[in-house]
């Protein structure tokens, strides 16, 4: 069992679709209203907020590069996000996008590191060692991994997350259970 003891030090990288939001299968939440968020995000954030010294979303948007949507549009979806979390009690303290198409190899989407380090440039306190990655994409796994950070795996379903030994240090249902997993931890 990996061992996690996350205080005021640590960072949280989190994931957007699947994690926060419900995932649109093969579409893209291009408008505020199609943004749902899933069961008890709201509140874990609030939790983690108490928890963790920062915490950035990380997030692949390539409807942006395959002109399903406009930066400005994607910007009210997380100025609405960000609002919903603040009355929530909860922070998000920067959202990290990358527009570009996946063949495009581009350093900031993720399995590459480039968003990571983004958020260190604005935020020199974040040790990518004292950092959790939490993401439902293998995709998501190996950027946490890239930069050694602890790796979080959300997914019902545990059989896939087992073909990927290596990559995952921790496999939960949803971020409301490995909220609850912190808590019962003390934290």
Request: charged share 25%.
């Amino acid at each position: 069992m990996t061992k996690l003891n996350p205080n005021k030090s640590w960072t949280l990288f989190l994931d957007r679709d699947g994690v926060l939001n419900r995932r649109l299968e093969g579409d893209y939440v291009k408008l505020p209203e199609e943004f749902e968020w899933l069961d008890g995000v709201l509140k874990s954030l609030s939790y983690f907020s108490g928890v963790f010294g920062t915490i950035v979303v990380v997030t692949n948007q390539q409807g942006i590069g395959k002109g399903l949507m406009t930066e400005q549009e994607l910007g009210l979806i997380h100025k609405n996000m960000l609002e919903d979390v603040a009355r929530a009690g909860g922070r998000i303290d920067q959202v990290y996008h990358c527009p570009d198409l996946e063949q495009s190899r581009n350093f900031n989407r993720k399995p590459m590191i480039g968003m990571g380090l983004q958020a260190r440039r604005d935020f020199p306190e974040i040790v990518f060692r004292q950092s959790v990655m939490v993401g439902d994409t293998i995709s998501d796994m190996r950027f946490g991994k890239r930069l050694k950070m602890k790796t979080v795996f959300i997914s019902k379903d545990i059989q896939k997350a087992r073909q990927y030994p290596g990559f995952i240090d921790l496999i939960f249902e949803s971020l409301q259970a490995f909220a609850a997993f912190l808590k019962s931890k003390g934290h």
